[in-house]
């Protein structure tokens, strides 16, 4: 007779009890003190891991005029391409001037609306795609986009799902621990878009040094945040400030 | 500040102005954004804070007020690499009374009602802080937040474009300032070690060679970032 083994019998956790523990995880995260890059990155990994779709972005208002792509399920170039083309047109950018979500069942019938996106999306391999918006009240923030290599709407279910996950984010960019209490939009919104520009600058450093991609990069500033438990931005930042050569401004790094 | 291109022409004008560009670009937020004053001051990497500029007699005070006390919304803002903004003095919020006792003391006497400070940064170049003020109470509108936040993206420019070597940094659009294309961040990360060089002057390389070859700055950056161009610290 072979011994007890507590996985014989144990059912796979069911898509309920998956999102159960997502959304578990998430609160926990939100109470503690948490890094916003890290944050929205976990959480475009996770909207791949439980909702029916292939890639997931989230893009924000960078209050400039622009769209900036801040997390995203993967760092392979023609899907942030589609991201990034959605300054011009696109769902997300839709869902963001409109305040609602957008799904596309078939992409491709949408060619006359959308001109550039719809090729472009084409090309980087997806039939579909649903938009949904990272809001506070009136104000929008930014989108959380969803793409699908299959044809077909994403359903009413994925769609409140994936809300949920937008909301989130939304909680998760505007109550950063602060000293102020301001205009919070603004000063949280610009902080976590800084915050991601020190994450990509130092991406470049490490891809650079070590001869590898910027996923690549990525992982390895994500392994060695979680390695020396210390944030991600933190961690970013400590390697692009520890590379040598002078300011070439007063004041300027590094510190 | 109604018209984002129009603003974004005057910015880039005003980033040519020399050592008086942020002087010129802070003259500019008092024309277009709905304020009464703004000031610009620096702080060193070792932390030493130095006054650039201030448009009038208020907004000096207020940059003075700040290098003496060591208090105030530009140096939070600098500090927290976030906006700080604040809409009504006379109503103020609780922080505001604790955080910043001697400057609320030090502008008793003046009629300034609301302050609007932004990071002079992107990533991790720090350069100091934008304060503007108003005599009204009030937000920014989200235009004049945009034009505000445009505003203090050209000063940051301006500055290392005016303690660089290079005369021509980027084209006249407004892609060149938009601090939203991550591969242009990318790719300084990766001109800095080809280089040896500091990440301001990374940034600086990365948008002169897009001038110098009439192509946009996130090209350049892709061709950079896909390996398709290399600096080498021999070529300059």
Same mark, same amino acid.
């Given at each position: 007779m072979s011994p007890p083994d507590a996985? /014989? *019998?144990?059912?796979?956790?069911?898509r309920e009890q998956r999102f159960t523990e997502v959304f578990i995880a998430f609160a926990d995260t939100l109470v503690d003190d948490y890094d916003v890059v890290e944050l929205l990155d976990r959480l475009v990994t996770v909207c791949v891991e439980i909702l029916p779709v292939s890639a997931a972005g989230l893009l924000l208002d960078d209050q400039r005029g622009q769209l900036a792509v /801040?997390?995203?399920?993967?760092?392979?170039t023609r899907l942030l391409e589609v991201f990034q083309l959605q300054?011009?047109? *696109?769902p997300c950018l839709d869902c963001i001037r409109t305040g609602s979500a957008v799904t596309i069942s078939?992409?491709?019938?949408?060619a006359e609306r959308w001109p550039l996106f719809v090729p472009a999306s084409l090309r980087a391999g997806f039939r579909s795609v649903a938009a949904v918006p990272l809001r506070l009240r009136a104000q929008v923030i930014g989108g959380l986009n969803l793409f699908d290599a299959e044809p077909g709407a994403v359903s009413e279910d994925s769609r409140r799902l994936a809300q949920a996950l937008a909301d989130v984010a939304t909680i998760g960019i505007l109550q950063r621990r602060s000293t102020h209490r301001g205009d919070l939009v603004a000063e949280q919104l610009q902080h976590a878009l800084n915050s991601r520009v020190v994450i990509e600058q130092a991406k470049g450093v490490i891809a650079e040094r070590n001869g590898i991609s910027m996923e690549q990069a990525f992982e390895l500033l994500r392994t060695r945040s979680r390695n020396s438990n210390e944030k991600l931005t933190a961690v970013a930042r400590a390697i692009v400030q520890g590379q040598p050569g002078a300011a070439i401004v007063e004041g300027a790094d590094p510190r | 500040m109604d018209d984002r291109v129009r603003w974004n022409r005057a910015l880039l004008d005003a980033?040519?102005?020399?050592?008086?560009a942020p002087l010129v670009i802070s003259r500019l937020c008092v024309e277009s954004l709905g304020v009464s004053g703004a000031g610009v001051s620096t702080v060193t990497p070792t932390g030493k804070r130095s006054v650039l500029c201030a448009t009038d007699a208020t907004a000096a005070l207020i940059e003075e007020l700040q290098f003496t006390l060591g208090e105030g919304p530009g140096i939070d803002a600098f500090r927290d690499r976030a906006p700080v903004l604040i809409s009504d003095l006379d109503e103020p919020l609780d922080f505001v009374v604790d955080r910043w006792p001697g400057l609320l003391d030090g502008l008793a006497s003046t009629d300034v009602r609301a302050l609007f400070a932004f990071p002079l940064c992107v990533g991790v170049i720090d350069l100091g802080a934008l304060d503007l003020h108003r005599t009204e109470p009030g937000p920014l509108s989200p235009d004049d937040l945009a034009g505000a936040l445009m505003a203090a993206d050209s000063i940051v420019l301006a500055l290392m474009r005016g303690a660089g070597r290079f005369e021509n940094v980027w084209h006249e659009d407004a892609e060149s300032r938009?601090?939203?294309?991550r591969q242009v961040h990318q790719a300084t990360g990766m001109v800095q070690v080809q280089m040896g060089v500091s990440t301001d002057e990374a940034f600086l390389l990365v948008r002169a060679r897009a001038f110098s070859s009439g192509r946009p700055v996130s090209d350049v950056a892709d061709d950079i970032v896909e390996r398709r161009i290399r600096f080498s610290p021999e070529d300059s």
């Open positions: 996985s /014989v *019998g144990a059912a796979p956790p069911t /801040v997390a995203s399920s993967s760092e392979e300054n011009d047109e *696109g078939e992409i491709e019938a949408e | 980033t040519s102005a020399g050592p008086s938009s601090t939203s294309f």
